[in-house]
């Protein structure tokens, strides 16, 4: 099966300062999406990005698929960023049917 | 109003016992899905209905069996529970995209905390 890498997965930062966050994938895909999970464990939908770049607020997201990877990039941090970040790539599964994998996820801490 | 929504949020249990976590959509979505997170995060796929029709059933103990009574519900339920079940269960839900069937953006529930003692 398809193989999601994350990196880094383990990021301290402190407030107000960028960062990016990676995700290799090892075959091509139909889709991505980038999550949220804050550390009360709610998983949030940031961006669905099969390619190109997208921009909401201090966030933004930029997939290369044809170079199997894609960025996310975090500007003027804050502590309510802190969480683990997923990537998820979607492939066909046969029979009409499509569907997810995760990555391990990137674990970011801001601290003021 | 909740998009996605689990019932129980926690839920502590004997080995052995079953149990039953429920979910609703509100949202209008076709598709549906049951995710486990391990302890260390990992999040993978466990089942999908697509409009009450089973679509993926991954390589899960058929103690495991979902019910889809109509396509804004997905319950989950779980026959003899064993201590490696302990994980936190999240339902989800999407609308395919009509041109492809690909997945379209997902939109989980908070989640279900189980532990099996």
């Known amino acids: 099966g398809i193989q999601v890498e994350q990196s880094p997965p383990d990021l301290i930062l402190q407030e107000g300062a960028n960062s990016t966050l990676r995700c290799n994938f090892s075959?091509?895909?139909?889709?991505l999406q980038w999550f949220h999970q804050n550390p009360w464990g709610q998983l949030i939908n940031l961006f669905y990005i099969p390619s190109g770049t997208k921009q909401n607020g201090r966030l933004s997201a930029t997939t290369v698929a044809t170079e199997r990877y894609s960025l996310l990039y975090i500007s003027s941090s804050q502590t309510t960023d802190s969480g683990v970040y997923f990537c998820?790539?979607?492939?066909?599964?046969?029979?009409?049917?499509?569907?997810?994998?995760f990555g391990k996820g990137t674990k970011l801490s801001v601290i003021p | 109003d909740t998009a996605v929504s689990q019932t129980p949020k926690y839920l502590v249990t004997q080995m052995g016992n079953d149990k039953s976590i429920k979910c609703e959509q509100n949202l209008g979505h076709d598709t549906m899905y049951w995710y486990k997170q391990d302890s260390k995060k990992f999040l993978k796929i466990m089942f999908s209905?697509?409009?009450?029709?089973?679509?993926i059933n991954e390589t899960v103990p058929n103690r495991f069996s979902p019910k889809s009574p109509d396509k804004a519900h997905l319950n989950l339920h779980i026959n003899s529970l064993e201590l490696g079940d302990s994980a936190v269960y999240f339902c989800?839900?999407?609308?395919?995209?009509?041109?492809?069937?690909?997945?379209?953006?997902?939109?989980f529930g908070e989640g279900s905390r189980l532990t099996v003692l």
């Open positions: 998820a790539v979607e492939t066909y599964s046969g029979a009409g049917s499509y569907q997810l994998t």
């Open positions: 989800a839900s999407s609308h395919p995209l009509a041109e492809t069937g690909q997945t379209g953006e997902l939109f």
């Open positions: 075959d091509s895909v139909n889709n």
């Open positions: 209905y697509n409009n009450k029709e089973l679509i």
